[in-house]
């Protein structure tokens, strides 16, 4: 089972920015859909962002959309959020997720492998 390792969290004021990276344990040549999750206390784990293979095409939820970029690596097995103009309601865990099979990506059950999580957050 592939295991995806997030880093780069941390605390910044809302309007600055920080990088997500992470790192799927397993060779850099098979390619994984890839994406990334969060989730807020109290509320449901939600969808980010999200890279396809072989069409280089990326997703994302409205609330991101202009201010969070996703991106390869070098390797497949890396994957990268930036994420600019940062707003308090962006604060949670962030997951960093991965699957063979590309599906419905902003559904958390198209995803077999789960990171830890790396907390994310923005004050005013």
């Known amino acids: 089972q592939v295991q995806p390792v997030e880093s780069g969290g941390g605390s910044v004021q809302a309007g600055g920015s920080l990088k997500l990276s992470c790192k799927l344990s397993?060779?850099?040549?098979?390619?994984?859909?890839m994406a990334w999750f969060r989730q807020a206390p109290g509320k449901e784990r939600e969808a980010v962002a999200a890279a396809s293979v072989g069409d280089g095409r990326t997703y994302y939820t409205d609330s991101v959309k202009g201010r969070f970029t996703v991106s390869r690596g070098s390797t497949w097995n890396t994957l990268f959020l930036q994420m600019n103009s940062l707003k308090e309601e962006d604060t949670g865990m962030y997951y960093c997720?991965?699957?063979?099979?590309?599906?419905?990506?902003?559904?958390?059950?198209?995803?077999?492998?789960w990171g830890q999580g790396t907390q994310v957050t923005v004050s005013s």
């Open positions: 997720v991965a699957d063979l099979v590309g599906g419905h990506w902003f559904r958390a059950a198209s995803w077999a492998a």
């Open positions: 397993t060779d850099t040549t098979t390619r994984y859909f």
